[in-house]
């Protein structure tokens, strides 16, 4: 595998989130290969500002995160880069603009080709539902609830507890919390998130709750290159989460799933597809099927989980094939681990049945790949440390 070093590539994030392992592994990816790596960051305090991987880290101009106005900033920074980038948006709301201001951005950036309402299919949960009933995908029944009429006809038929999430969580106000999927067990908990649904455009979508059993969740990532063709990808099972049963993968392991990899495909063919994507499922040893939970039409956070035995991975897929260079997948490595310190610190330790602190260490140290340590990029770990100290200190000055 040799990617293009003479193509740089620029990493953009539009949410404020200094512990997003994502960006960091997006940086060494590239970087690591020996392409030039540009990231818009929060600032020098991001940890992923402190890899040795980044070429330059720029900084967002403006809070004012409309279209018009983040457009204009990336095609300013394309003309200071001064060559053309690959473009990696790392977040819903990025790869959404990415996706319908191509047309503007396409003359400085290389970008995947596809009709621009695509992503939106997969990042509006409330389209992905409808998305999912049309193509005949197996999700759990989801309902919009707009106000507290609509609360008590939708838990009398979901049940309790019930998966809260919002359908377009980007528009969601900074101080409303959760900002993410929760489990509600209690008409109180719901009713306070319908209260904080109220004039901001996010929707409140209650879903249908499956109950999680071992092994049952699992994810695919994924690069589509032209005709939605799966260049490289594969499916993990996600061992633990934060918050546990409903967040974000903190331990995974790649396992074949040619089932699950059939369903991800096909989905990305139906509707066009083209770049890298990120599915979550869980399965319902109930009756078999594989419930699609959540659609991301960028990078996972855990993409690193996925590289192969020729060193591939979905980002760098995405360079190789943005810049004409063919796509070797090389041998799946199978069993291969990625864990996420921080927040697996937090779910193997502070949960109802806590592990051992002997048994998670035994699983960082045999982890295949950490989230934020590398002996060859320790920088970022120190800087996570320390943001996390920071954060816990000044969490308890206010008493939370």
């Not at 818009?40 to 900084?59: F, K, N, T």
Request: charged share 20%; aromatic share 8%.
């Amino acid at each position: 595998m040799s990617l293009d070093t003479a193509t740089p590539a620029l990493i953009m994030r539009l949410d404020d989130n200094v512990f997003h392992h994502g960006t960091l592994a997006a940086i060494r990816s590239l970087g690591g290969a020996g392409v030039p790596v540009h990231a818009l960051l929060e600032g020098p305090h991001a940890p992923a500002s402190r890899s040795r991987h980044l070429s330059r880290m720029h900084v967002w101009g403006t809070r004012e995160r409309g279209p018009q106005a983040v457009v204009g900033e990336l095609l300013a920074l394309a003309a200071r880069i001064g060559t053309r980038a690959v473009l990696v948006p790392m977040d819903d709301l990025g790869a959404l603009l990415v996706g319908e201001h191509a047309a503007e951005l396409s003359p400085a950036f290389l970008l995947p080709a596809q009709p621009p309402g695509v992503p939106r299919l997969l990042a509006d949960k409330a389209r992905l539902a409808g998305l999912c009933r049309a193509l005949g995908l197996a999700q759990p029944e989801t309902r919009p609830v707009t106000g507290m009429d609509d609360l008590p006809g939708a838990l009398a038929d979901l049940g309790l507890p019930v998966v809260a999430k919002w359908a377009r969580p980007w528009l969601v106000p900074a101080g409303v919390r959760p900002r993410s999927t929760t489990l509600v067990h209690r008409f109180e908990h719901a009713a306070h998130l319908v209260r904080q649904s109220a004039g901001h455009g996010a929707t409140l979508l209650l879903q249908r709750y499956v109950p999680e059993s071992a092994g049952s969740d699992w994810f695919f990532h994924g690069y589509f290159g032209a005709g939605s063709r799966c260049l490289f990808g594969g499916a993990g099972r996600k061992e633990r989460a934060y918050p546990a049963g409903c967040g974000l993968t903190t331990y995974g392991t790649w396992l074949p799933n040619p089932r699950l990899e059939s369903l991800a495909c096909g989905l990305a063919e139906a509707i066009g597809y083209r770049g890298i994507l990120d599915l979550d499922f869980r399965h319902d040893p109930g009756t078999g099927q594989y419930h699609l939970l959540d659609a991301n039409p960028r990078p996972g956070a855990q993409f690193r989980l996925f590289e192969s035995g020729a060193g591939l991975d979905v980002v760098r897929a995405l360079h190789l094939d943005l810049t004409g260079r063919e796509v070797e997948p090389g041998a799946p490595a199978h069993g291969r681990t990625y864990l996420v310190e921080n927040y697996d610190a937090r779910t193997a330790l502070l949960r109802p049945r806590p592990s051992s602190p002997r048994r998670w260490w035994r699983s960082v140290r045999h982890a295949h790949e950490l989230a934020w340590f590398s002996r060859d990029d320790p920088a970022p770990f120190l800087a996570m440390g320390g943001q996390s100290l920071k954060r816990a200190f000044t969490r308890l000055r206010r008493g939370r």
